[in-house]
């Protein structure tokens, strides 16, 4: 099971002291599904892995609370001007707060991947609570800064086939058949050289002829 312990943070960004939730102990016990999501038994740790001052917005990881993180004023102007509104509009649930950091991670400059790591890990959280709207909204986010990434040649060679897939099985989990197809069909030219990855090449021949939500 996944155990929680509050924790007292303080914003970097605005100055706010607030307190949260953070995981102690968690499992991989729970169904994994066909898009690499990883699931425990009871809480999911993943909803509990980032932290939001409500009062600026300001999002990130236990880390980034701490006194050596200091944000640049630019960052802090745009956070106040893009997702400081928003807390009174919107309910900030696990997925949004992934959302928030994901914009915060390229107002930073971070790599197209690291985005669409926390855009697919928003998807994740909604999927965890049928959000499906959000869930959708947030994989297509995830496969554009993937497929970026890609183009960019940001991703290093050991890692190509597994983006290469996910961007198949996201945009087979959208609905597009077309691009998953596509996609997929180039998972077993990325793995040819990586015998370890061998498993990538079964997983998408599966997911073409006969996919499956869960392993």
């Not at 002291?17 to 991989?28: D, E, I, M, Y």
């Not at 909803?47 to 300001?58: R, S």
């Not at 971070?110 to 669409?116: K, N, Q």
Request: glycine residues 6%; negative net charge; charged residues 25%.
């Amino acid at each position: 099971m996944t155990t929680l312990r509050n924790i007292e943070l303080h914003c970097p960004c605005c100055g706010n002291g607030f307190a949260s939730q953070v995981w102690v102990s968690t499992n991989t016990f729970g169904r994994s599904s066909t898009d690499l999501h990883r699931r425990a038994v009871g809480f999911q740790s993943l909803h509990y892995d980032l932290h939001t001052c409500m009062a600026c917005g300001f999002t990130g990881y236990e880390k980034d609370f701490s006194e050596e993180c200091v944000p640049d004023k630019k960052l802090i102007k745009r956070i106040r001007q893009n997702i400081t509104p928003q807390l009174a509009e919107d309910e900030i649930f696990p997925g949004k707060k992934y959302e928030l950091a994901a914009c915060i991670a390229e107002w930073q400059g971070l790599p197209a991947v690291a985005v669409g790591d926390l855009y697919l890990r928003a998807a994740w959280c909604c999927e965890d609570e049928d959000r499906r709207e959000e869930e959708y909204y947030y994989r297509r986010q995830a496969i554009d800064y993937f497929v970026r990434a890609l183009q960019q040649q940001e991703i290093p060679h050991e890692g190509i086939a597994v983006y290469t897939y996910l961007v198949g099985e996201l945009y087979r989990r959208t609905g597009d058949s077309a691009n998953a197809k596509l996609w997929l069909n180039r998972v077993a030219d990325a793995v040819s050289d990586n015998g370890e990855k061998k498993w990538l090449s079964e997983l998408a021949r599966q997911q073409l002829d006969q996919p499956r939500e869960f392993f």
